[in-house]
């Protein structure tokens, strides 16, 4: 992608020198990582570990970190500085997107803050380690990135490139535009009231913020920030992370009354969708739209 590093931090918490306590709970996103590791966890188990998500199987604590005021600045490397540097400008470029998007679809946009962290952290949603991925909590309006999560993208997931790693902090903060125009509290809300259909409208939740992903990218390419080939890069990101290739991953067979996130055909689907429309209009998982 064509970037300039030196963006402002303002929305910018770097916590990679402090350390939270543990704890789980609140209704925490679950990052991409996670999903792999809860997934072993319920079959060697045989016990759904993803009911953590709901806050079902935690302590629901609301603490946040607290960063030593004394500490010094994180060690960092060049590249890691750089990558660094990367995910601010991503931040950065899509809030103010959604800045100019959401007046003319009724709402109103407020700015989400990123926090960068290692090993773990506790969060407003409660304890996260780096297994649990990139996450947004919406007990705080906060994304939080351990950035050696984009090393397990490349090694892992095999999606590599500047703009999968750019989908990764677009699709969480899909999640914060939802919580802004209520989606996320309604989704809630309707998995209370039925609690069967708990998995069916997580996947809803997740495709769309697949799609709310897809219209950033739409318009860097209208702005002429992408380099040819880095749309198949956000594409791979998106099928790479399907709940159907995780469950491969995990050595069980594909169960998709399991899925929470939505198979990698259908979070390529709608993060084209959005990608080529650039409509928030045409996100609507919720109401029975193909795929």
Same mark, same amino acid.
């Given at each position: 992608?064509?970037?300039i590093?030196?963006?402002?931090r303002s929305n910018?918490?770097?916590?990679?020198?402090?350390?939270g306590?543990?704890?789980f709970g609140? /209704?925490?996103r $679950?990052g991409?990582?996670?999903?792999?590791? $809860?997934?072993?966890?319920?079959?060697?188990?045989?016990?759904?570990f993803f009911?953590l998500l709901s806050?079902g199987?935690?302590?629901?604590g609301?603490?946040?970190?607290?960063t030593? &005021?004394?500490a &010094?600045p994180?060690?960092?490397?060049k590249?890691?500085h750089? $990558?660094?540097d990367?995910v601010?400008?991503? $931040? #950065?470029?899509?809030q103010?997107?959604?800045?100019?998007?959401l007046?003319a #679809?009724g709402?109103?946009?407020?700015?989400a803050?990123?926090?960068l962290f %290692?090993?773990g952290?506790?969060s407003?949603c409660? +304890?996260?380690?780096?297994? =649990? /991925?990139?996450?947004?909590? &919406?007990g705080?309006g906060?994304?939080y990135i351990?950035?050696?999560f984009?090393?397990e993208?490349?090694? %892992?997931?095999?999606a590599?490139g500047?703009?999968?790693e750019?989908y990764?902090?677009?699709?969480?903060?899909?999640?914060?535009?939802?919580r802004?125009?209520g989606i996320?509290?309604?989704?809630?809300?309707?998995?209370?009231a #039925?609690?069967?259909?708990t998995n069916?409208? =997580?996947v809803?939740?997740?495709l769309?913020?697949d799609c709310?992903? /897809?219209i950033? /990218?739409h318009?860097?390419?209208?702005?002429?920030?992408l380099d040819?080939?880095?749309v198949?890069?956000?594409?791979n990101?998106a099928a790479?992370?399907?709940?159907d290739?995780i469950?491969r991953?995990?050595g069980?067979s594909?169960n &998709?009354?399991a899925?929470?996130?939505g198979? =990698?055909?259908q979070r390529q689907?709608?993060?084209? %969708?959005? +990608?080529? =429309?650039?409509?928030? %209009?045409?996100?609507?998982?919720?109401?029975g739209?193909?795929?």
């Amino acid at each position: 992608m064509r970037w300039i590093p030196g963006g402002d931090r303002s929305n910018v918490e770097d916590r990679r020198g402090s350390s939270g306590g543990p704890g789980f709970g609140g /209704g925490m996103r $679950l990052g991409l990582g996670g999903m792999l590791v $809860l997934l072993v966890l319920s079959v060697v188990f045989k016990q759904d570990f993803f009911t953590l998500l709901s806050g079902g199987g935690g302590s629901g604590g609301t603490t946040s970190a607290v960063t030593d &005021p004394g500490a &010094p600045p994180p060690a960092e490397s060049k590249e890691e500085h750089t $990558l660094a540097d990367f995910v601010v400008f991503v $931040l #950065n470029d899509a809030q103010k997107t959604w800045a100019e998007i959401l007046p003319a #679809n009724g709402g109103r946009y407020q700015d989400a803050h990123l926090v960068l962290f %290692r090993d773990g952290i506790q969060s407003a949603c409660g +304890f996260a380690q780096t297994a =649990s /991925g990139p996450f947004y909590c &919406p007990g705080d309006g906060k994304v939080y990135i351990d950035l050696g999560f984009f090393q397990e993208l490349r090694d %892992r997931f095999g999606a590599s490139g500047e703009f999968a790693e750019a989908y990764v902090v677009a699709h969480e903060l899909g999640h914060h535009v939802q919580r802004l125009l209520g989606i996320e509290e309604k989704m809630r809300r309707a998995q209370r009231a #039925n609690p069967d259909a708990t998995n069916q409208l =997580s996947v809803a939740l997740e495709l769309q913020a697949d799609c709310f992903a /897809g219209i950033w /990218g739409h318009t860097t390419q209208e702005r002429g920030l992408l380099d040819p080939g880095e749309v198949e890069q956000g594409l791979n990101a998106a099928a790479a992370v399907g709940d159907d290739r995780i469950q491969r991953m995990g050595g069980g067979s594909v169960n &998709p009354d399991a899925f929470t996130h939505g198979s =990698s055909a259908q979070r390529q689907e709608w993060f084209k %969708r959005g +990608f080529d =429309s650039g409509d928030i %209009r045409q996100c609507d998982t919720f109401s029975g739209g193909r795929p």
